[in-house]
């Protein structure tokens, strides 16, 4: 065991981590931030996804201590500071873009990612930026509509803050 | 998943100490290494991360060669100005790399490095002709891959560059296996400076990747998509899985050629 320390969600945290725990192990079960979903295992299905440094990765195929010292984003941090729902989530409910809700927290950290390198992407990019994310319920139909409307939304928030 | 020390080194020489060590493995991005962990299929009793080498890390030109670190992303590969302008093949190539999570850990070096017989960089090395630099020596890509899964590379031996000859064009076609996003058969096709044609195979070989002789004399002194219609490309020594039948790779192999061509004219 050793101990490591990265910025969660803005926070310094630190916790024990074995040369091969997870980055996934170590934020749902040293953490206890358990927004951040297990669903394959294997790197297929992207409920996993979080930001290390600036970037969407697979949480369950890197490992903790690869991110020592780094600093990460999960679902918990999408939120506003007051709690109500960020941008990107809020999309989620207005467009019914879920329903089990289990691949969620991966989809809306992919798509914080695109739409920070892409701030509109068409509909074939949204569908392409999203392959690594799998969702049994919806038919991604309004996960995209979710998406577009997350980049409107930024977009003119954007606009009006210049 | 068994369990082993992790060691994250700042510099190379650092890291080829520590792989010095009994049982120690090299790890890049983890996207091919830590599946395989977790299916116990190896079991380092130390795993070195390449991943906090800065000085493993980086595009640049050199003259008439592109040079990219051995631990450069996929994803940065894919979004650089400078790969685009110069080889717009590997642009096309690591766009299409597995999805975005995997690109932005996935490297180049870790890719050449397991040389998986469907995988999409092995292609482009050896159609482009490309020189990989080592710790300890440069090799040539006709001299690096050498079977499945396999490469020339020694314990302790740590690709820091791979340097591809910038050509007149490049295309990568991938026709890829849906579920995987592996190649089931893709082409990466090169006119060089000098007007030869050079064409790289992977996903269809059994014996990894490969050039194709015929269809670079034929594309060299014709460079259209008809002269890809009088080359017979044989079924004999392409995979057979349930994906695809020996036959049916070989009929691909020249259609992706084709629409290479037609890419590039």
Redesign the interface.
Known sequence: M?TISMTVNGKQVSGEA???T?LVEFLRQELKLTGTHVGC???QC?AC?VHVNG????SC???A??C?GGSVTTIEGMANDDGTLGVIQQAFQNEHGLQCGFCTPGMVM?IA??LK?NPQPTEAEIRE?L???ICRCTGYHNIVKAAQSAAATLAGAAQAAE | ??????T?PTDLSAAVDALRGDGAQA?GG??TL??V??QRLAAPTT?V?L??IDSLKGIRRMGDMLVIGGGTTH?AVA?SGDVAAAIPGLVQLTSKI?????R??GTIGGSLANNDPAACYPAAALALGATIETNQREIAAEDFFQGLYATCLEDGEVITAVKFPIPAASTYQKFEQPAS?FSLTSVFLAKMQDGSVRVGVTGAGADGVFRHEGLEQALSSDFSASAVDGVSVSAEGMSNDLHATPEYRANLVKVMTKRAVEAVT
């Open positions: 050793a074995q040369g091969n997870l295992d294997t790197s992207g996804v970037e969407s990765v697979k195929s890197v490992f201590s690869a020592d992919s990612d695109m390198n930026g392959k690594g994310n | 998943m068994y369990n082993f020390d992790f994250r790890l983890g996207q830590i599946p962990l977790k795993l991360d991943s906090g994803g979004a597995g999805d975005p999570q995997v932005n850990r996003r």
